[in-house]
């Protein structure tokens, strides 16, 4: 199992889609869109990796959602066998500083981490990178360093055959053709999120989740319905959009995309709810699915 963790927006669910070879995590730039555990499978010749995607570890807000998420992380450390720290090439802030504290107090003893050096192709300058490497490898002993850009295939296939060596020798925990142990219910919650916050940008608060009400299958047909919580009925407006277009178009994108990833026909209903403070509420994140 290795598990993938940086902070918010470096690229980590890019990263595991590119590994796995199929979209199953889904990406904005909105920070915190990967809000749960998602577990992605590749299986190469001999050698199944098991890639566990993650939140991206908050250090500034302390709600209850954050919270939550962050147990997510610390939990995810304790139980794998390698950990890709995932940076933005040639940076390394704040942020970045806490989520390698939280790897050296939560992860097991000699547990191999790698640096995976992400958005290489966003470097102008390749030589102000060796004094940068010089300054990681003094703040961790890092088992690895890969420079890469999720974006290119063969940077990816460099990085399975360097991770490769580290994966403990025993049974499969997954079929050969596994993708992930998520179910069909819960990747149709976050495509439509994921259109969501691509649809409404910053406009809308990153407290918004969704939640599926109906899942039937009719043969190849998907009939789902799903509700799109919000905390204010202003923000219920902005989904909407003038017309009811917005809406429309969150629907349209997410049941093409669907479509697609089922191999079947989906009818797909979209509603907005108004639940004031769910993010703050532990027993409302449960009953939303949160772990």
Partial sequence: MVAIVGRPNVGKSTLL?????QKISITSAKAQ???????GIRTVGDAQFVFVDTPGF???????LNRTLNRTVRGVLADVDVVLFVVEAGRFGLDDAKVLALIQESGRPGQPVVLVANKLDAVQRRAEL?????????RHAFAEYVPLSAKKGADVDRLLEIVRPYL?????????DALTDRSERFLASEIIREKLFRLTGDELPYTSTVVIDKFEEEGELRRIAASIVV????????VIGGGGERLKRIGSEARQELETLLEGKVFLELFVKVRSGWAADEEHLRSYGYE
Wanted: charged share 25%.
């Fill in 17 to 21: 889609n590119a590994l796995v070879g």
């Fill in 130 to 138: 060796l004094p940068w490497l010089k300054g990681m490898q003094e």
């Fill in 231 to 238: 905390e204010r009925e202003a923000h219920k407006g902005m």
């Fill in 58 to 64: 908050q250090t500034r807000h302390q709600a209850a």
């Fill in 33 to 39: 869109t990967t809000r749960h555990r998602i577990t």
């Fill in 168 to 176: 403990p020798a025993q049974a499969w925990l997954y079929d050969e």
